[in-house]
Each structure stands twice: as C-alpha cells, then as structure tokens.
C-alpha cells in the first residue's frame, strides 16, 4: 500500500487542471501522508514478537486518539475522496470511467467488514484506467 500511494505523489500534478483539483490535489496529498502514517502504524506492529506487549501497545494507541483517528479511521476515507474528485477531471472524456470511480467508492465507503475495499478499489482503478485511455484519444 505505501508503494501504491508513494507512486500516485507524481500523477497528482498530472491530472487535468481544472476546478476539481482544487479540491483533489489537497485531498489526495493529505490522504497519501495519513495513509503513509497507517503504514508505519502497521510496521510498528509487524516488529512486535511478544503477543501481551502487541496487545499493550494496540490498546495503548487505540486509546490515544490523536493518532488512531488521523491514521486508521479516516485516512482511507480522505484518500478515496481525493479519488473520486480526481476522477471528475476525466468527465468530458470518460463519462463511464467516472461512473465505475463513482460506483467503487460508494462500494469503499459502505458499512462493512473492511473486505468491501477490495471490489471497490478494483472498481477505482478500473475507472481510472478507462480515465487515462480515453483522455489519450482526445
């Protein structure tokens, strides 16, 4: 996942200009950096051996919502906007492109277990494959 995001920096300035990214480029750079936050949140993790020390310290930062909040509730929701609003820009050219972004995050967005992500994100990309080929065309 932080490859995916750190990846996606350079496309930010790609993007077509236009009203969108006045509100997409923020969005998706804020949600890139609190996505990069759940990934150090998840190292962190990763390097803990001792299950009773793992426990203390996901209690610990459950507990503290300065961190938990940013980084493992809402940085997926920011990011996936960002996304969305992105895929706006791509309107004249790729109206089913925008519909499929559209559709997957309304998919990434409902009440679920977290496996809701996967078909969703599919979707997304999907999308805004179909985005980057019609916008060739034109």
């Given amino acids: 996942m932080i490859i995916g995001v750190l990846f996606l920096i350079p496309q930010?300035?790609?993007?077509?200009?236009s009203k969108f990214n006045y509100i997409s480029s923020p969005s998706l750079?804020?949600?890139i950096g609190l996505i990069i936050g759940m990934c150090v949140l998840d190292f962190v993790f990763w390097s803990l051996k001792d299950p009773e020390?793992?426990?203390q310290v996901a209690k610990h930062l459950i507990n503290t919502t300065e961190i938990w909040t940013p980084f493992m509730k809402i940085s997926g929701k920011i990011f996936t906007f960002g996304l969305l609003t992105s895929s706006f820009n791509y309107l004249k050219n790729s109206k089913l492109g925008v519909s499929l972004v559209t559709l997957g995050?309304?998919?990434v967005y409902l009440p679920g277990g977290g496996w809701d992500n996967i078909p969703g994100y599919l979707l997304i990309t999907v999308g805004f494959y179909l985005n980057f080929i019609n916008s060739q065309k034109t």
């Fill in 12 to 17: 930010i300035g790609n993007f077509p200009k």
């Fill in 53 to 55: 020390f793992k426990s």
């Fill in 105 to 107: 995050v309304l998919v």
């Fill in 29 to 31: 750079i804020l949600g």
